[in-house]
């Protein structure tokens, strides 16, 4: 594939992965990353993928045979049942299974299924086509697929940024006199980390709680000012070590958006400033290492794109550069 290429040229035959500007996700668990696929829990929930189509092969033959002893007076009585025996299979609610069972309803049995309602064939016919559609291929060959570096999140858009957090502070004191709360500007609110919401409420980013007065959420003596107090100061450092060294993160199949980080190697995600703990986590570091010992295709293309480290550096800095012109 030609360098530049976008995700439109690239068409992967798993049912499962799609490319997002040219980094795949992974509908069954729901992350992205080359990392991810490399994974411990990627490996696991492709094996209940396989074992469910087995299952469902094995649905799909007994239906086969049904078919064919047909008599047409029981056709939609019989189509009815065979869908909720379908459904039943594909839905069964062991924990286990959970979201590939949810990926494999979604994307393989959707639509089909309802569509067939009526005639025993058609849905022998949907079935069928479904299953060959779930057993086109294994996964991609990791190796012929070149990769591009992760983009950066955006300052402001995937986790709050100031430009000036030192400017933030607003003069407050417990002598403050009430009205001053109501008179806060929008732009003196925003360094607070506090917007308006569509409802018209006010949200507040560093406590992710919804203010419900200015004065108890700002005003020095109350306890949840000190809270907040705190909350602004542990996101202003999370948020400064971002730009110092954020760019590792994307090395790790961790990515930030819309104030959540997510995990393609551990398949968790949380709230955006826990990400520098989940990293020192006994959790991620062993998948750190897996990784690295890991001989998929998949994390031996992840290691070479690691090589790429500074231009990851660069692509980082220039997206904090951009957020600190928005904000002057
Ligand atoms: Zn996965
Ligand atoms: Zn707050
Ligand atoms: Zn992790």
Redesign the pocket.
Known sequence: MPAGSTHSSTVFAVPYIEVEKGVPVCLLCGHRGLEHFASAGHAAAEKLWTELLARMTQLESELRSEVSNESSSFSEVLARAWIGEIRYVAGQDEERFGQVQQAFAQLMLGQRLSAAAGSLVGVQQAFDRALTDANRTPEPMWKNQRWQLPPPPAPEHDFPWSSRPHDVTLKLSAATPPEVFDALSIQALSR???SAQPDGGLW?S??E?A?LSLRE?LGPPSAEAQ??LR??SSATSSAARLRSEGWKLSREGLWLSQHRFHCGLCTVSGSWRLVWEHRSSHCHVEACAALSKNASAAAVQSRALHSLGSDAEQAWEAAFKAADRLGE
């Open positions: 607070e980390g506090i507040c560093h406590c709680v203010v959420h809270h907040h909350q602004r």
